[in-house]
């Protein structure tokens, strides 16, 4: 014979857990939407019906992380009409905006190329 059932088990567990609340989650403060207008301007800035399939791309991406892997269509294209150092920087005002959005394993990590060297 058990003598702690699951339900009751779940049950005692939930009246001693009920003072502790868990921490309110921060809303993020970019959206989606925010990110996904973002690299819409920049390809609208080149000419996107030049690139009708990043376009698309971009504004049928389902997931934060489907517009992160999205980005480097986006630098192809802007490196292409602009260089890659422009394109570089204005990738970069985009790629904060997934600064509180995305996992841990998915965020940049620092470039040796990006930083000055030190004497």
């Known amino acids: 014979m058990r003598w702690f059932k699951p339900n009751l ?13 868990a921490p309110a989650t921060e809303l993020p403060e ?4 925010d990110i996904r207008e973002a690299m819409l301007a920049l390809l609208m800035r080149v000419g996107a019906d030049r690139f009708p399939h990043v376009a698309r ?3 049928y991406a389902t997931d934060v992380q489907a517009l992160w892997f999205l980005r480097g ?15 570089r920087e204005e990738l970069a005002e985009v790629s904060d905006m997934f600064e509180n959005s995305l996992p841990q394993g998915l965020r940049s990590r ?10």
């Open 57 to 59: 791309r971009i504004r």
């Open 110 to 119: 620092p470039s040796p190329l990006s930083s000055t060297p030190k004497e």
């Open 73 to 87: 269509d986006l630098m192809a294209v802007l490196a292409s009409s602009h260089g890659e150092a422009v394109a």
């Open 9 to 21: 088990r779940s049950s005692l567990h939930a009246i001693f857990s009920a003072g502790a609340s």
């Open 30 to 33: 970019v959206t989606i939407d």
